[in-house]
């Protein structure tokens, strides 16, 4: 079945990196998401990684894909508090609409 | 440029009225799709449209929900009559379907629904 896992609460000190995971089910080759909610906001697409790559790195963003085990992780270099937010992981396999997504995991910035 | 522009932002109501949601999505985008979240339930998603037309209306709770894209610029969301269980923020998304290659999802801002 799909079914897209995450931890709910994160918190880390300003400055600390975070490391946000997520798991997931489908066993075919799928495109993975990062979106980010700030309050009030709709989701916001940080960045995607396709399930053939190991690795994405974008400023202070790390996707990192371990296909064998089906785990994502999104890192956060010297987080700040404007990082603060809903993290959401999602996946799509390629040729579907349907975008399963995870219950987000709250990272809370301690200043 | 333009994101997806939902109204209103905030709708609160009484229970047993109608309620309309709209959207605009990116100009472009040719999928559309009608989301709700709750803290019990995440997100959902209640409606896809493709080119206008509904492929999947699998996750519409109930009759009292209805979707409408009269044309590539515009969607609505109706819920008659509306009860406190509805109570929600609902986000429409759009998408531009590109055959091999992958165009992700953008997010309207929401509306958030109270029912009273």
């Known amino acids: 079945g799909e079914d897209v896992e995450q931890s709910l609460f994160l918190s880390v000190r300003e400055g600390d990196s975070s490391v946000i995971n997520c798991t997931y089910t489908?066993?075919?080759?799928?495109?993975l998401y990062w979106y980010k909610q700030e309050p009030g906001a709709g989701l916001q697409l940080l960045t995607y990684?396709?399930?053939?790559?190991d690795m994405k790195q974008d400023q202070r963003l790390t996707v990192l894909l371990n296909k064998k085990d089906k785990h994502l992780s999104l890192r956060i270099a010297d987080t700040q508090t404007g990082d603060s937010a809903i993290y959401f992981c999602?996946?799509?396999?390629?040729?579907?609409?349907?975008?399963?997504f995870g219950t987000g995991t709250r990272l809370k910035v301690l200043a | 440029d333009a994101g997806v522009i939902q109204s209103p932002r905030h709708e609160v109501t009484e229970m047993g009225q109608e309620v309309t949601l709209r959207c605009k999505p990116i100009?472009?985008?040719?999928?559309l799709f009608w989301y709700r979240q709750t803290m019990m339930r995440g997100l959902e998603l209640l409606i896809y449209?493709?080119?206008?037309?509904?492929?999947?209306d699998s996750g519409m709770p109930e009759d009292r929900f209805s979707a409408k894209m009269p044309n590539a610029s515009f969607s609505t969301l109706k819920i008659q009559p509306s009860e406190p269980r509805d109570s929600a923020v609902y986000f429409c998304?759009?998408?531009?379907?590109?055959?091999?290659?992958?165009?992700?999802?953008?997010f309207g801002d929401g509306t958030r629904l109270s029912i009273l």
């Open positions: 999602a996946e799509r396999p390629p040729g579907t609409y349907k975008y399963i």
């Open positions: 990684i396709f399930s053939n790559m």
């Open positions: 998304a759009s998408r531009a379907q590109v055959a091999n290659s992958n165009q992700p999802q953008h």
């Open positions: 489908d066993s075919s080759s799928t495109y």
């Open positions: 449209f493709n080119n206008n037309v509904p492929i999947d």
């Open positions: 100009s472009g985008h040719n999928s």
